[in-house]
């Protein structure tokens, strides 16, 4: 019994009857953790069984079964007796869970499955672009090299890093004008350098 003799949230009521598991469920949405633990007790056991019949895996079903009381628990609150008796709203909960474990392995299998097939069937086609990618990767590269580093890290930075000419200017620390003109004359021996070397 609590204070002054009325009876803690989770015991019977005064005239010894057990509350009704539609009784529990409210009383947990206002935070009565005895009557949690009644919930508990009265619904894990059933909870598991189902999600147990939807899984057919011990392991998981323990694991969505624990899933489902801590959304009990949370949101018991938003529970209606006048919508539906207290068993089924619960058993639906664990329904749904157990059917959410089922389609996420699904989806997980069916990625795994894609990307397997694009591993061991990968088309001629792919693989011949792979290789020239990485070969005119490899020419690009040679012919930065032959560029002045005045040239070679202005086009790098306005190429690669996206920077105007102003901020190149800038980040190089030369002046605008001959920034433009040592990038003119990069992109003029690039042009030549990758001509001549196709």
């Not at 949690?36 to 619904?43: D, K, Q």
């Not at 639906?92 to 059917?99: E, G, Q, V």
């Not at 190149?168 to 001959?178: C, N, S």
Request: proline share 5%; net charge positive; aromatic share 6%.
């Amino acid at each position: 019994m609590g204070a002054r003799g009325r009876p803690r949230a989770g015991e019977d009521r005064p005239d010894g009857r057990p509350p009704g598991l539609e009784e529990l469920l409210q009383k947990v949405g206002r935070g009565d953790r005895a009557a949690f633990e009644r919930v508990y007790e009265a619904m894990a056991p059933r909870v598991y069984g189902l999600v147990l019949r939807v899984l057919r895996d011990r392991a998981q079903s323990e694991e969505v079964a624990q899933e489902v009381m801590v959304e009990v628990w949370r949101s018991a609150a938003r529970y209606e007796p006048g919508r539906g008796s207290g068993l089924a709203w619960v058993l639906t909960i664990a329904h749904r869970r157990a059917i959410d474990r089922v389609r996420s392995a699904q989806a997980g299998l069916d990625r795994e499955e894609r990307v397997a097939r694009m591993e061991t069937h990968r088309p001629y086609d792919e693989v011949s672009e792979l290789v020239e990618d990485r070969l005119e990767r490899e020419r690009l590269r040679r012919c930065l090299e032959r560029l002045t580093p005045l040239q070679h890290e202005s086009l790098t930075f306005a190429y690669y890093g996206g920077y105007s000419y102003r901020e190149v200017a800038e980040l190089v620390r030369a002046p605008l004008a001959t920034v433009k003109t040592r990038m003119r004359d990069g992109l003029i021996r690039l042009r030549d350098c990758l001509g001549v070397d196709r």
